[in-house]
């Protein structure tokens, strides 16, 4: 009898990577001339990243810059939960969270998917802020993954612990 395999669904982000993100944003901006001026600025500010600049459209493409970054570094834009600009005083603001785990409603989503659409003998569990997902054929499961690829959710997920 073949043992079960198994993955994870879960939605993760390397905080290192975003790191590295930030900091060649940050670069670029000191060094752009039109960022020259604007007082713009991209930094941590406790578990999110705050963007500020002198002008609604400056700090826009503070914000641009630094999805830019992140694409190049092969890091999913759906991870970031931008506020609109904000005045502060003389400057505008925004403030970036970044969404990570699987909320119980969107794991049951995935889950009735799998139920509804993927191989019969393929089974999800909701664990925490992830989904196992196993089945005795990885067949059964490489389609399952196919299959969840191909959907659009409003958050990014990533396939680990194939075994």
Known sequence: MAS???FDVVSKVE???VDNALNQASKEIAQRFDFRGVDAEIRWSGEGIEMRANSEERVAAVLDVFKDKLVKRKISLKVLDASDPRVSGKEYRISVAIKEGISSEDAKKISKLIRDEAPKNVKAQII???LRVSS???DDLQVTQSLLKEQ????????TNYR
């Open 15 to 17: 905080r290192q990577e």
């Open 136 to 138: 005795k054929s990885r």
């Open 128 to 130: 925490g802020e992830e």
């Open 152 to 159: 659009d959710y409003d958050f990014a997920i990533q396939f």
């Open 4 to 6: 079960e395999s198994s």
